[in-house]
């Protein structure tokens, strides 16, 4: 299948994806590809990657998985009904500087410009100031408003997934944890009382850590201890 200039060199590269996206939407029944037949948009590409990953870690766990599941005019990423909960998963991707990602995009494109593959430039953060990450959190708080609603009316649990798979400023669970619990009264939890209300977890993807859950057990829909 032919998508658009980016996408197919990205799956020419990276064969090993593709296959695993193509499994994962034929056990499902969802076209998972569709979105790349209209949108030729590079950084949608990227944020595509991003919620398929987190889908494929997904599937690995729950019996019913949907994407894009319409509830009350909001399409979540991903959504899942497990031990008697609904459970919401909204995937945000933390990107390096755009022009910076464009630019490596660019560089994969046109392999005479290209130092390595996108596969190794886009784990490569380049220069980061030390307030990146928290110039990305409005990403992850524009999350909870936007299905704050939802849950509170139908008590659905929410577990907001981070991609920080492209930069290295936070390469470590800890990093993540430390920034949402700290001691358990300073964390962004606790500091952003709504977030901390209607947020259920955490779930994120480092470098050197893999995914990794960061539980909020002060929340209104807590995650059952089966899911």
């Known amino acids: ?31 998972l590809f569709e979105r ?20 494929l870690m997904l599937d690995k766990t729950f019996q019913t998985l949907l994407y894009e599941h319409n509830i009350n005019n909001q399409t979540p990423d991903w959504f899942v009904t497990s031990n008697g909960q609904n459970i919401i998963f909204e995937v945000v991707r933390i990107n390096r ?3 910076e990602l464009l630019t490596k ?14 596969i190794a430039t886009v784990k490569n953060s380049g220069v980061l100031d030390g307030k ?4 990305n959190i409005d990403k992850i708080g524009k999350k909870e408003i936007a299905y704050r609603e939802i849950v509170q009316k ?11 798979s492209e930069i290295e400023l ?21 500091r952003n009382l709504s977030f901390g209300k209607h947020v259920s977890a955490i779930f994120v993807q480092v470098p050197f850590d893999g995914y990794k859950i960061i539980l909020n057990v002060n929340c209104d829909n807590k995650l059952n201890e089966e899911n």
């Open 170 to 190: 936070f390469t470590f669970y800890n990093d993540f944890y430390d920034f949402f619990i700290a001691d358990g009264k300073h964390g962004y939890f606790n």
């Open 97 to 99: 500087h755009e022009q």
């Open 132 to 135: 990146y990450f928290y110039g």
């Open 36 to 55: 790349l037949m209209t949108d030729k948009n590079e950084m949608n590409f990227m944020s595509w990657l991003s919620e398929m990953k987190f889908g």
């Open 1 to 31: 299948m032919t998508y658009f200039e980016f996408a197919d060199k990205y799956f020419e590269a990276r064969k090993d994806i593709y296959d695993e996206i193509k499994k994962l939407s034929e056990k499902r029944r969802i076209n």
């Open 105 to 118: 995009i660019d560089e994969f494109k046109n392999p005479r410009n290209q130092d390595e593959n996108i």
């Open 154 to 164: 139908k008590n659905y649990s929410f577990v907001i997934c981070v991609d920080s």
